[in-house]
């Protein structure tokens, strides 16, 4: 690992722990500015301190945040590993409440621009690593980029952000379109973030849950809401995770539900009876 807050090589695996399997899901928005970091920093934080080894791979290969947003200064990042230049291992720091952080690729503008051999780079050192993790959270950029459809393919989960702005649904709609009709992905869990209220979140999803329903006969589920805190506000100022600074703050209580909810539901497993970190399939075979 990188620095001084990586992790240890005493940090070893719990025995039974390789056959454990792992989650990976993707954190991901039409429009930008919904709450994705936040969200993603704070459910890896709450899920690290409820002993779940988990990972944020910062995924937002134009304006990488979760660092800042964790007070981090990584000295490498997903560039190197996607290059081959150093092993995930070497790459990934320690974050508040143990959460192991993968720093965004700062130096590559597009997935583009990777070779498909770079690519699975990542695939295969994700699937190499000794520790076994339980959950890899991936805060991708908003948008439907090509970065955005490469780790959204690639997760086994898809959570969507939205805000209760018009905009932030159309283009949710927009981004779910595309990964269900050009990608094949089915499931797609709703988060109403920056809510008044539970119904005005669950109002929320019920509109666009609709629009999927009628337009593209697909149903979409519901994860929860996130309330509009301004405590999460002077949480970012502190650099610090809001369920780290303020436990009791109300947003901190969303949070934790969702990560109850996560924490308790089975994963998914493959017919041979594991969860492997990435669809390897789908991006050998299929559109990227
Ligand atoms: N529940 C909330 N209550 C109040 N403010 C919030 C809440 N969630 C997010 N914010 C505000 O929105 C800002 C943007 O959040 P964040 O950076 O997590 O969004 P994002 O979706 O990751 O953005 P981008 O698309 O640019 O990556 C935060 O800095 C914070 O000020
Ligand atoms: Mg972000």
Excluded at 182 to 201: D, G, P, T, W
Aim: proline share 4%; net charge neutral.
């Amino acid at each position: 690992m990188a620095d001084s807050t990586a992790l240890s090589p005493g940090c070893a695996a719990s025995p039974g722990a390789v056959s454990r399997p792992s989650r990976v899901i993707s954190i991901t928005s039409g429009k930008g500015g919904v709450g994705k970091t936040n969200i993603t920093a704070n459910l890896a934080y709450i899920l690290s301190r409820k002993r779940k080894k988990t990972m944020v791979l910062d995924a937002d290969t134009g304006l990488a945040n979760i660092d800042i947003i964790l007070g981090l200064t990584p000295t490498y990042n997903l560039y190197h590993v996607l290059t081959g230049e150093k092993t995930l291992e070497e790459v990934m720091v320690r974050g508040p409440g143990g959460i192991l952080v993968l720093p965004a690729a700062s130096g590559i503008g597009e997935m583009a621009d990777l070779t498909r051999g770079q690519k699975l780079t990542l695939l295969d050192e994700l699937n190499a690593l000794k520790e076994p993790l339980d959950f890899v959270l991936m805060d991708t950029a908003a948008g439907i980029s090509q970065n955005v459809m490469y780790f959204n393919l690639a997760a086994e989960e898809i959570i969507v952000v939205v805000t209760s702005e018009p905009t932030s649904l159309t283009d949710a709609y927009a981004l779910i379109k595309i990964l269900y009709q050009r990608h094949a992905k089915k499931r797609f869990r709703l988060l109403v973030n920056m809510a008044r209220s539970a119904v005005q979140a669950r109002e929320v999803f019920e509109r666009l849950n609709h629009a999927t329903d009628h337009f593209l006969n697909l149903t979409i589920d519901y994860l929860g809401h996130v309330i509009y805190d301004a405590k999460l506000q002077e949480a970012v100022q502190f650099q610090k995770p809001i369920a780290e600074l303020y436990p009791a703050a109300p947003a901190t209580r969303c949070l934790r539900a969702i990560a109850e909810t996560l924490y308790h539901e089975k994963p998914e497993v493959d017919e041979d009876g594991t969860l492997r970190f990435f669809r390897k399939n789908i991006l050998t075979n299929g559109r990227e």
